[in-house]
T-cell receptor, first 117, second 111 residues
Framework: GAVVSQHPSRVICKSGTSVKIECRSL??????MFWYRQFPKQSLMLMAT?????????EQGVEKDKFLINHASLTLSTLTVTSAHPEDSSFYIC?????????????FGDGTRLSIL | QQQVKQSPQSLIVQKGGISIINCAYE??????FPWYQQFPGKGPALLIA?????SEKKEGRFTISFNKSAKQFSLHIMDSQPGDSATYFC??????????FGQGTRLTINP
């Protein structure tokens, strides 16, 4: 149980392209989803907290116009990297909190490797 | 106040040995301390977690030791296997607040 699916797993695109990453909770409802960024050999850095039906809360230093988050349903949140540039290349990971589970527990997806040429 | 410090940064253990990873926190309001295991190219997976009302929790070969007065907790992997080679992250949180992650430990188990 508690499966989080992230799609695509890998994307390579040209500079200036906008890229959308989907995060789905497959067997539970998630009122809250989180988006992280991870650089090689580093820890996870929280980018934003996504709440169903409301605006996302961004961490300090994260450009909300650059990283658009939409949490339209209890099972889907999307992260759109707008006008991506090489410095946006990274490993993006989402997690979801089960509406009916322990509030501390986050279930993680398998990440999306984004490479901007 | 919100930091979780993790050590060592990397660790090499022989197969069958005990792997020990340590974490220290500052915020005494934290009340949930999970450990995550991450393989290359994958997302983190919850391994084991503890709350501060107990000093130890064991699940199979994995044990968390918790020292509330010292504000430290550690992960022990008994009988370490090559398949345990991964990056391990400790974390801390309180209630529905965000997870605060440690810096990670890259564990290598030599056969």
């Amino acid at each position: 149980g508690a499966v989080v699916s992230q799609h695509p797993s890998r994307v390579i695109c040209k500079s200036g392209t906008s890229v959308k990453i989907e995060c789905r909770s497959l067997d539970f409802q998630a009122t809250t989803m989180f988006w992280y960024r991870q650089f090689p050999k580093q820890s996870l850095m929280l980018m934003a907290t996504s709440n169903e039906g409301s605006k996302a809360t961004y961490e300090q230093g994260v450009e909300k116009d650059k990283f658009l988050i939409n949490h339209a349903s209890l099972t889907l949140s999307t992260l759109t990297v707008t006008s991506a540039h090489p410095e946006d290349s990274s490993f993006y990971i989402c997690s979801a909190r089960d509406r009916l589970g322990y509030r501390e527990t986050q279930h993680f997806g398998d990440g999306t490797r984004l490479s901007i040429l | 106040q919100q930091q979780v410090k993790q050590s060592p940064q990397s660790l090499i253990v022989q197969k069958g040995g005990i792997s020990i990873i340590n974490c220290a926190y500052e915020n005494t309001a934290f009340d949930y301390f999970p450990w995550y295991q991450q393989f290359p190219g994958k997302g983190p997976a919850l391994l084991i977690a503890i709350r501060p009302d107990v000093s130890e929790k064991k699940e199979g070969r994995f044990t968390i030791s918790f020292n509330k007065s010292a504000k430290q907790f550690s992960l022990h992997i008994m009988d370490s296997q090559p398949g345990d080679s991964a990056t391990y992250f400790c974390a801390a949180t309180r209630g529905a607040q965000k997870l605060v992650f440690g810096q990670g430990t890259r564990l290598t188990i030599n056969p």
